[in-house]
């Protein structure tokens, strides 16, 4: 019995010494692989390399820099810059030229149209100035009549009742003559004429063409459309949660579709009262200057400086995009990446870090580190942080490979 439980004494002191020694065994390989997994955003440099890579290493700095707001819009026009013309009493197309594009001037003639009914109206106009010619002298003779009292006093209330009547008439016929284009002068003179001569109202450019000729327009069918680009601006779509931060008076910084190079000033000038239906609410700004090169309805990508705050910044070069996050690159302390007999790397370690950007002006970033990160006692590369992502990229293939 004894010799049994010496055996199962044994037998258990070697089964713990086996797990302890599995433990030990596991234990630096669970380490392993921690410490690689970390260093896969960590990239040594020879001295040598360093120098090549011409890094720059510095510290975070605090910047006043304008908060923006996004926005989309267009070039648009002011109403009374955009004119659609028609034939007021409409009738058919007899001769045009017009073709878009072409500038015209204010009162240039647009088209002739060809009405029957102008002949009535013309002749509507001479047979009342007649009339009225006719009774004005009436008028005179009954008021002479009446100071003799040889005649009733309703008579010349009558006579004057039929002049007040012929004049409004006439007047009235004046306006329908003049609205339609035809020239009263020529009327006056006694010549009747079955046309009228459309005019432009504005000096602009033909942006529309709806008739040819021959064609019969309606009174309510637009014929041309003339706009006048010398004082555009531009109508920003602004959402809802953005409105309070904007003003009036905010510098716009924008560029259009056809020129995305080019950048343009405008000024908040009006802001709508009205949420639209897709949350968004209508800014209207005004250029700084009537520059050449924009269209009505270019499309426009602009940004509202809201006003300068102090915010953390770098360099814009100190930061780096890949994979659509952004980072930089902070320098480990001496030994970080000692190997397992102590010895320390020839070269300098860098750690890559993500982080948010913010607003950009003048060559600085907002910034914003992880929680937790003590950014003010880091050493931060400035220059250069291309070269080390290029690095630890390659590095990492080749260990792919």
Avoid at 135 to 152: C, G, M, P
Avoid at 211 to 226: A, H, Q, S
Avoid at 355 to 372: D, R
Wanted: glycine share 6%; hydrophobic share 35%; proline share 4%.
């Amino acid at each position: 019995m004894k010799n049994i439980l010496v055996v199962l004494f044994l037998l258990a002191g070697l089964w713990a010494c086996g797990k302890k020694q599995e433990e030990k065994q596991q234990e630096p390989a669970h380490e392993q692989e921690e410490h690689h997994e970390e260093e896969g955003n960590v990239v040594e440099l020879t001295k040598a390399q360093y120098e090549t890579a011409a890094v720059e290493l510095g510290q975070v700095s605090t910047r006043n820099l304008s908060d923006v707001v996004n926005a989309n819009g267009v070039i648009d026009i002011p109403p009374q810059n955009l004119v659609s013309i028609s034939a007021p009493l409409g009738g058919f197309v007899r001769k045009t030229e017009l073709l878009q594009g072409m500038q015209v001037k204010k009162g240039q003639i647009l088209a002739t149209i060809e009405n029957p009914d102008f002949i009535q109206i013309q002749q509507d106009f001479l047979e009342t100035e007649s009339k009225l010619e006719y009774a004005q002298q009436e008028y005179s003779r009954q008021l002479e009549l009446s100071k003799e009292n040889i005649n009733a006093q309703k008579v010349l209330q009558q006579a004057t009742s039929e002049v007040k009547t012929q004049k409004a008439r006439l007047a009235g016929l004046r306006e329908r003559i003049f609205t339609a284009g035809i020239n009263l002068n020529t009327l006056e003179k006694g010549t009747i004429v079955n046309s009228a001569i459309i005019r432009s109202p504005i000096s602009g450019s033909v942006t529309t063409v709806n008739v040819n000729l021959g064609k019969y327009v309606n009174p309510t069918d637009v014929m041309f459309e003339i706009v006048d680009t010398d004082h555009l601006h531009v109508e920003l779509s602004i959402f809802e949660q953005d409105i309070p931060k904007i003003k009036l008076g905010q510098l716009v910084r924008f560029t259009v579709s056809n020129n995305p190079s080019r950048e343009y000033l405008a000024k908040v000038y009006l802001i709508n009262q009205k949420i639209n239906e897709d949350r968004t609410v209508r800014v209207h700004c005004h250029l700084e200057k009537d520059d050449e090169g924009l269209l009505p309805q270019n499309f426009v990508k602009a940004v509202i400086e809201i006003g300068a705050n102090p915010v953390t910044a770098l360099p814009s070069p100190a930061i780096v995009d890949f994979d659509g996050a952004s980072y930089i690159f902070i320098q480990r302390p001496e030994g970080a990446l000692a190997d397992s007999t102590g010895t320390e790397p020839d070269g300098l370690t860098f750690e890559m870090v993500a982080v948010t950007k913010g607003v950009s002006e003048n060559g600085y970033t907002q910034i914003k580190f992880p929680q937790g990160f003590d950014a003010k006692n880091q050493k931060i590369v400035l220059k250069g942080a291309y070269a080390l992502l290029s690095k630890l990229k390659n590095s990492e293939e080749e260990e792919g490979h």
